[in-house]
């Protein structure tokens, strides 16, 4: 851990055997050690190696209440994560609000409220502050770790942030957090924690391969995954807000971009001079037009094996994905058919982004991030 308490975000499916046997028993518990075996295809002996040390650094437990009857001797006891003394702490920042959340080792949610970002008086210390608060309602668990989602340009490993629309310039947040909390704190850009939730909190999916994932609310960006992992470029994230579009209802401009279409002052902008309302179909299915063929677009670059869509922008629309993947099929070069799939966190895709930010360091490397090699 640096001096200022900030660890860069490990946005990947980890691969040491400590980390392989704490995501399979997060996702099979209660689960036996050759249960295990079989899941993880690692020797029983690496198996036995790894759960002696997760045991023994607080992570898992072993819970001979809910053996088997037919089991005998000890290694048939089932072994789940201890979901009752640990916690972590994240908060996600965004354009309008920021959302501060307390979750258990597993990534379930204890906790979690949303306060006004841009409220006259709400400042990085102010935010540090309500975590701090949140957190000490759970004073009878161990605070392991904590995460910060943001939107704007990350400093991954200095937990810098500049926020061009909250007004922040090179912003000291992850080390105030770090200070407010007195834990690890680790910080990334919001919509790569929105792909890395995908990864790492939801149930078995196959990980080889690559992804996308689209954000839309009232920013707009991209993340790209490989094999497991969160493509996170040395120098930042990328943009796809200055993508030229055109959208003569919602963004009457011949420099119309994408960020212009989506937000809910763009649909009032549009409803105000149309002299209809905000959710009228010549502004939602616009919306959906211009999403759709701006996927398509980078779909043909990239050409993904998957692409998941999150925001309302994307969800709003009165008949769902459909008119967005109705723009996607027509715009897209590509032959091979491909479905837009919806996140798997709905309304809640900004609380995972900010949980999974504090719990990738843990399960990319528990020994590591629990105090030891």
């Known amino acids: 851990m640096s001096l200022?308490?900030?660890?860069?975000?490990?946005?990947?499916?980890?691969?040491?055997?400590?980390?392989?046997?704490?995501?399979?028993?997060?996702?099979?518990a209660p689960v036996t050690r050759d249960q295990l075996a079989a899941a993880t295809a690692l020797s029983p002996a690496t198996i036995n190696?790894?759960?002696?040390?997760l045991v023994s650094r607080g992570l898992i437990l072993e819970r001979p209440d809910l053996v088997?009857?037919?089991?005998?001797?000890?290694?048939?006891?089932p072994l789940t994560l201890d979901h009752d003394k640990l916690c972590v702490a994240g908060m996600h920042i965004g354009a309008r609000r920021t959302l501060l959340a307390i979750a258990d080792l597993g990534g379930r949610t204890l906790y979690s409220h949303a306060v006004l970002t841009q409220k006259d008086g709400t400042s990085p210390d102010d935010l540090c502050a309500q975590l701090r608060d949140l957190a000490a309602r759970f004073s009878g668990r161990r605070l392991l770790w904590a995460g910060i989602a943001s939107g704007g340009v990350v400093d991954a490993d200095t937990g810098i942030v500049d926020h061009p629309v909250l007004g922040?310039?090179?912003?000291?947040i992850g080390p105030m957090l770090a200070d407010a909390l007195g834990v690890p704190v680790s910080v990334c850009e919001h919509v790569q924690a929105m792909a890395a939730a995908e990864l790492l909190l939801t149930s078995p999916r196959e990980f080889d391969g690559t992804g996308l994932f689209f954000y839309a609310r009232e920013t707009v960006g991209m993340a790209m995954t490989i094999d497991g992992k969160v493509h996170m470029p040395r120098h930042g994230a990328g943009s796809i807000a200055h993508l030229p579009v055109r959208a003569p209802v919602l963004a009457p401009t011949a420099a119309a971009t994408v960020q212009d279409i989506v937000g809910r002052a763009a649909a009032c902008r549009a409803a105000e001079r149309l002299g209809v309302a905000e959710d009228a179909s010549a502004i939602t299915d616009e919306r959906a037009q211009v999403l759709g063929t701006t996927v398509a677009m980078l779909r043909d670059v990239l050409n993904p094996d998957a692409i998941v869509v999150a925001g309302d922008a994307f969800a709003e629309h009165p008949h769902g994905l459909a008119?967005?993947?109705?723009?996607?099929?027509?715009?897209?070069?590509?032959?091979?058919?491909?479905?837009?799939?919806?996140t798997r966190f709905g309304v809640r895709v900004q609380e995972s982004a900010a949980i999974v930010v504090a719990l990738s360091v843990i399960y990319a490397d528990p020994a590591a991030a629990t105090g030891g090699g």
Do not use: M
Request: without cysteine; positive net charge.
């Open 4 to 28: 200022s308490g900030v660890v860069p975000a490990a946005l990947q499916v980890g691969a040491v055997p400590a980390s392989t046997v704490l995501q399979a028993v997060r996702v099979n």
């Open 49 to 53: 190696r790894q759960v002696t040390l």
């Open 68 to 77: 088997d009857p037919g089991g005998i001797g000890r290694p048939k006891n």
């Open 168 to 172: 922040w310039r090179r912003t000291p």
């Open 323 to 342: 008119p967005v993947q109705a723009a996607f099929d027509a715009a897209s070069t590509t032959r091979r058919p491909l479905e837009l799939s919806p």
